[in-house]
Nanobody, 120 residues
Framework: QVQLAESGGGSVQSGGSLRLSCAASARLPGSRCLGWFRQAPGEGREGVAYISGPGETKYADSVKGRFTISRDLAKATVYLQMDNLKSEDSAMYYC??????????????WGQGTQVTVSS
């Protein structure tokens, strides 16, 4: 099973930007589905964005127009570019592989998470 490691989280002011990275321990075939999820204290895990094997992307309504998911198969890495961050974006962000869309229960391969804190 491939291992995933998130990075790029941190503290940023409202309106700022961050780019999260998720590095895989092995090559990511083009057919592999990858997703980003987040969980704030006291809340359930929420699907944020995903990219399908063919490259189709979808986003949660709360982040549309602000977040962009992408991947670099040669580097075995998936990214989440986050722009115009809001305080409600503060959460632990997780990368996941081998699931379907934003259905968290369908994913069986998860990273350990990276913390994003947006101050206002």
């Amino acid at each position: 099973q491939v291992q995933l490691a998130e990075s790029g989280g941190g503290s940023v002011q409202s309106g700022g930007s961050l780019r999260l990275s998720c590095a895989a321990s092995a090559r990511l075939p083009g057919s592999r589905c990858l997703g980003w999820f987040r969980q704030a204290p006291g809340e359930g895990r929420e699907g944020v964005a995903y990219i399908s094997g063919p490259g189709e992307t979808k986003y949660a309504d709360s982040v549309k127009g602000r977040f962009t998911i992408s991947r670099d198969l040669a580097k075995a890495t998936v990214y989440l570019q986050m722009d115009n961050l809001k305080s409600e974006d503060s959460a632990m962000y997780y990368c996941a592989a081998d699931g379907v869309g934003l259905l968290k229960q369908s994913y069986r391969n998860w990273g350990q998470g990276t913390q994003v804190t947006v101050s206002s």
